[in-house]
């Protein structure tokens, strides 16, 4: 709070510094005998500086009078008298440092000479300080604002992403847990090297719920990627051909957790496991312009591009609804399918300047 308001006072130091540097001319030439430049200046600062400490009320009531106003003529009204009190009082500030040396008979005869442009100086003082005060008050209280909005924002927003992971995980583990069902039966042997595997996927999931992670780096979500496919791999053997296209440079970059799993589980699920022949699944990532690009691609029997719209699953639909939520129309997610062709989801997201330290994110 100190740093953020010490240039307040900085400015308002400077103001009563060139306002007293300002005075020293009228000073000078009031003065019967000849003074130098640098005993006028000190005799300006004299004259500005009792009253200049005395403006610190007026910062005080502009946050007792508050803009804007429920009553207008009542705030008119306190400021008015405030303004003509700060005149009056600058006048007797003066003629008691006048009276001082010379003494209160001859202070008045010399202060009766400006006393009426004293006080109307110290009226229009006041008004410029005043002013600029609900400025500066006003701006806080809309940066405030702006603040509480955006924190509002990210809570909605950590909200949502909760909400449409509670949905995704399930649905996860309820697939992975039917394999694993189906394998022990097979080979319990096999089953339980598996069973070691899931418990690392687990141990991710929950890691990432647990510390409240909403990004992880791509090389965490492809390690997490690669286990869930040996699992896979045990239920569908030679079926299942899965290929990298992953620049190096991108495994640094963070993306939201739980993106890739889900579209590599979709086309596991639709495009290659159906077929008897299996299929070749590829996942790919690169950088494109000032996008981080993430591809998952099946070579199965594709859809037309209206059945495409509506379909996918769940998690399909938990990741797109994720991304607008994250990053608000600076995400891209297509589908690209047509029948006989494969199913391809593409998705760009922002990358800052020096792509691999950071996916970016809006905040």
Partial sequence: MKTARRPIWIWFALAWLVLGVLYAYPMRAAVSRAITPWESVAR????????????????????????????????FAVHLVAAAAYGFVWLAIDTSIIAFGTGYSVAFEIVRVFAGFQVLDGVMIYASIAA???????????????ARAARAETLRMRAELAAIRARLNPH?????????????????????QALERFGDMLRYVLDVKRSAREDVTLADEMQFVRSYLSLEKLRLGDRLNAVE?????????R??????????????????APRAGGGRLEIGASFEDDALVLQVRDDGPGASSTVAEDAGGMGLRAVRQALETRFAGHARFNVV?????????????????GAGETAAAPV
């Fill in 172 to 192: 996860f583990l309820f697939n992975t847990l039917h394999t694993l069902t189906a394998l022990v039966r097979r080979d319990p042997e096999t089953a339980e």
């Fill in 132 to 146: 600029v005060s609900y400025v500066v008050r006003i701006a806080r209280q809309l940066r405030e604002q702006e």
């Fill in 255 to 272: 993306i939201p957790s739980l993106t890739l799993q889900p579209l590599v589980e979709n086309a596991i699920k639709y495009g290659i």
């Fill in 337 to 353: 399918t047509a029948p006989g062709e494969g199913f391809a989801v593409i998705i760009a997201l922002p990358v800052p300047s």
């Fill in 44 to 75: 300006g600062m004299t004259h500005v500086t009792p009253v200049a400490l005395v403006a610190g009320a007026i910062w005080w009531l502009t946050g007792v009078v508050t803009w804007p106003p429920r009553r207008h003529w009542r705030f």
């Fill in 245 to 253: 296209h992953v620049d190096p440079d991108a495994l640094d970059c």
